[in-house]
Structures are given as structure tokens and as C-alpha cells.
């Protein structure tokens, strides 16, 4: 994929911290999407916009996907 394949294009990762998401979030990013990455452990995420997520809970979930949408 060319890196400006997603320019102007968003992306939301969850389970953005470690692992597959990790590695979705910075594959995301090289092809020029901006990346909004949620996970329980803000700190390890490397994203455009970082964000507290927890999955299991509907709550943390609507305003994961709220402030993705809504943070520039």
C-alpha cells in the first residue's frame, strides 16, 4: 500500500496498546490514514489521538467513539 493510499482518511483501532492493534495502528498511520487508538493502556498507545477504551463496558465504548469523531 502507498503511503498516501489513506491520506485524509480516520481510523479507529481498538486494543491499540499492544499487539495486533499496535501494529494495525502504526501500519494505519504509515499509509497516511490518521489514526484514533483506544485501549486501557493510554500511555503505550502510538496514535494520532490516544484514548482510554474499555470494550467491555458500553459506556467507555460511546465516548471512545464520540471523542474520536469529535477531537481534532
Known amino acids: 500500500m502507498a503511503t498516501s493510499d489513506l491520506a485524509g482518511k480516520a481510523v479507529l483501532i481498538t486494543g491499540a496498546s499492544s499487539g495486533i492493534g499496535a501494529a494495525a495502528a502504526a501500519g494505519f498511520a504509515e499509509a497516511g ?3 484514533a487508538g483506544g ?3 493510554v500511555e503505550r498507545i502510538d496514535a494520532d489521538l490516544a484514548l482510554p ?3 467491555t463496558d458500553e459506556e467507555s465504548s ?3 467513539v464520540v471523542r474520536a ?3 481534532r
Request: proline share 0%.
Open 33 to 35: 490514514a490518521r489514526v
Open 39 to 41: 485501549a486501557r493502556r
Open 53 to 55: 477504551l474499555d470494550v
Open 62 to 64: 460511546a465516548a471512545f
Open 69 to 71: 469523531a469529535t477531537d
